[in-house]
Nanobody, 119 residues
Framework: QVQLVESGGGSVQPGGSLRLSCTAS????????LGWHRQVPGKERDMVTE???????AYGDFVKGRFTVSRDNAKNTVYLQMNRLQPEDTAVYYC?????????????WGQGTQVTVSS
């Protein structure tokens, strides 16, 4: 089992920046990928970014060079630096881990952190 705890959400004006953090605990050696997804009420959860253990990174199309994911393996923590935030980035951001559990791939999610972009 993997546990994920996020921090760093909040409110910011358009054009501003926020940095999210997510620390994993438990069976961290079983993790394949770490990343972030976001969800607006009434809509599907979208991938923001994912980073594999071998450093392959994917971003959602809407990121457009504004966000950067990084990972500190010593701290079992993944970060999301978000710059040039816009109102449409307002959502609950969820940390995600894909890990092997009991021989199967399993998704794990944090509790979510609210990001609000508004003037």
């Amino acid at each position: 089992q993997v546990q994920l705890v996020e921090s760093g959400g909040g409110s910011v004006q358009p054009g501003g920046s926020l940095r999210l953090s997510c620390t994993a605990s438990g069976s961290v050696r079983s993790i394949y990928v770490l990343g972030w997804h976001r969800q607006v009420p009434g809509k599907e959860r979208d991938m923001v970014t994912e980073m594999s253990n071998n450093g392959i990174i994917a971003y959602g199309d809407f990121v457009k060079g504004r966000f950067t994911v990084s990972r500190d393996n010593a701290k079992n923590t993944v970060y999301l630096q978000m710059n040039r935030l816009q109102p449409e980035d307002t959502a609950v951001y969820y940390c995600h881990a894909g890990a092997e559990t009991d021989g199967y791939y399993k998704d794990y999610w944090g509790q979510g952190t609210q990001v609000t972009v508004s003037s």
